[in-house]
């Protein structure tokens, strides 16, 4: 806005922003700018205000909003505050009884289950990670569904709501009623931590709740999609998850997904032939959600067709499937020179700055491909791209789905490129 004896005057437009860069971001941005100037230049954050001296009519709206919303919430009861917040349902079907049990999972099966046995006393915290289908969730549920069955308070949350319940209680000034809500459960069940990496303030919410949560010998147990020494997870939080038990969970082998489709053939009433169980299972899928995807497809065709579920019709179904699907992981460097080979381009470019038309094409395809023939998660994508953030990564991947599906040109562009590397040795 100007400058007042050497000091940097910085609008802003509510009184909530000033005091959040006021307490977090004053000292980085006065040596930001001291770089610039070349001198000690100090900064002073300000609601922006009309020539009369007072604020516009939109923010004096927003202030008195907050204010009475701040009233209602300190007239109600504890309960009702509460209430705000959430934990998410658990689904009763995710159960220790239901989860198939083999040698790629059975000692993270085991670590669960005496987690929810002697909760808080033995594995605290307990961090499960797979990649995507691979049942951590389900385990996850399991524990939440054992420690209820027992009438202990729990809450169960995705790291989204988890966000989405810290930023509100900022905005809304009703940090305490957070602390309260988190920090009064018996257990804290958290999946898809990785989705907290790079937003410093909530990482900053969630130590302190899980310090506060740990001290009293409250069950933590949290879910990520790779090792917590190799998440982009801040370094103290990393500490936090290796200090308990970290425990992994790797693909089914053929016997487990066996078992698995045995499973999940019961509850579509169904009786799978032995041949049929071994043309399914003898394929490398490399999660449950496959297995299970491959297997409704089988069913459903059988019914189209009005035929039994035999070794043929479960080939026929399976045609595609059994005849392109990729054993082996393709190599981010292969993917990203396949997709700047297709568009013309060098790598680097992809994984560069620049923003121009066809480079953001290329970079959303080869960030759509990435997911589809790498066992890379969001955030490696981003990274193996130039550093993007992952939510940058799973906003590409879902228009890149949607673009599929109606541009014939485009999806003419990513057959080619999936020719090319399927072409490729690995």
């Known amino acids: 806005m100007r400058f007042d004896d050497d ?8 009184a909530f922003a000033a005091t959040w860069l006021e307490e977090r971001l004053a000292a980085t941005i006065s040596r930001a700018i001291e770089r610039i100037a070349g001198q000690p230049v100090a900064v002073r954050f300000e609601v922006i205000a009309d020539t009369d001296g007072s604020a516009p009519d939109s923010l004096h709206d927003k202030q008195r909003e907050r204010s009475a919303q701040r009233s209602n919430t300190n007239s109600r009861s504890a309960d009702e505050r509460d209430s705000q917040f959430g934990s998410l349902p658990l689904n009763p079907r995710f159960t220790f009884d239901e989860f198939v049990v083999g040698p790629s999972n059975e000692l993270a099966h085991a670590a669960a289950t005496r987690a929810a046995a002697q909760p808080g006393r033995v594995y605290n ?13 389900h385990l996850l549920q399991a524990i939440g569904n054992e420690l209820k069955s027992r009438g202990m308070h729990l809450i169960y949350v995705s ?7 810290y930023i509100r209680s900022i905005q809304d000034g009703t940090t305490e009623q957070f602390r ?36 009293g010998s409250k069950q933590l147990i949290v879910t990520g999609d790779e090792p917590a020494r190799q998440s982009l997870l801040e370094e103290r939080i990393q500490s936090r998850l290796e200090g308990g038990l970290v425990v992994d969970i790797q693909p089914p082998d053929y016997e487990t997904r066996t078992a698995i489709l045995r499973e999940k053939s019961k509850s579509l009433q169904t009786q799978l032939p032995e041949g049929v169980l071994d043309i399914v299972a003898s394929r490398p899928f490399s999660n449950v959600r496959e297995l299970e995807g491959a297997l409704n497809r089988i069913v459903a065709y059988a019914h189209m067709t009005n ?33 700047s080979e297709q568009f013309g381009m060098e790598p680097e470019m992809i994984k560069g700055p620049r923003r121009t038309k066809e480079v953001s094409l290329a970079r959303h395809v080869a960030m759509y491909l990435l997911r589809e023939t790498s066992s890379l998660s969001s955030p490696q994508v981003g990274l193996a791209l130039g550093g993007r953030d992952h939510s940058t990564v799973l906003y590409a991947q879902k228009k890149m789905e949607q673009l599929i599906e109606t541009d014939p040109e485009l999806r003419s562009v990513v057959a080619t490129i999936r020719q090319r590397l399927a072409s490729q040795p690995r």
């Open 125 to 137: 915290p307990l961090y499960l990670y797979a990649g995507v289908g691979l049942g951590k969730t």
């Open 307 to 339: 035929s039994p579920v035999t070794e043929d019709i479960a080939r026929k179904a399976l045609g595609d499937l059994l005849s392109t699907r990729q054993e082996i992981p393709m190599t981010p460097s292969a993917v990203i020179k396949a997709v």
């Open 7 to 14: 000091c940097l005057v910085i609008g802003t437009e509510s």
């Open 159 to 165: 790291s989204e709501r988890f966000t989405n319940d």
């Open 180 to 215: 309260a809500f988190y920090r009064g459960a018996d257990a804290l069940l958290i999946d898809d931590i990785q989705f907290i990496a790079g937003k410093s303030q909530t990482q900053e919410g969630f130590f302190h709740t899980f310090n506060e949560l740990h001290m």
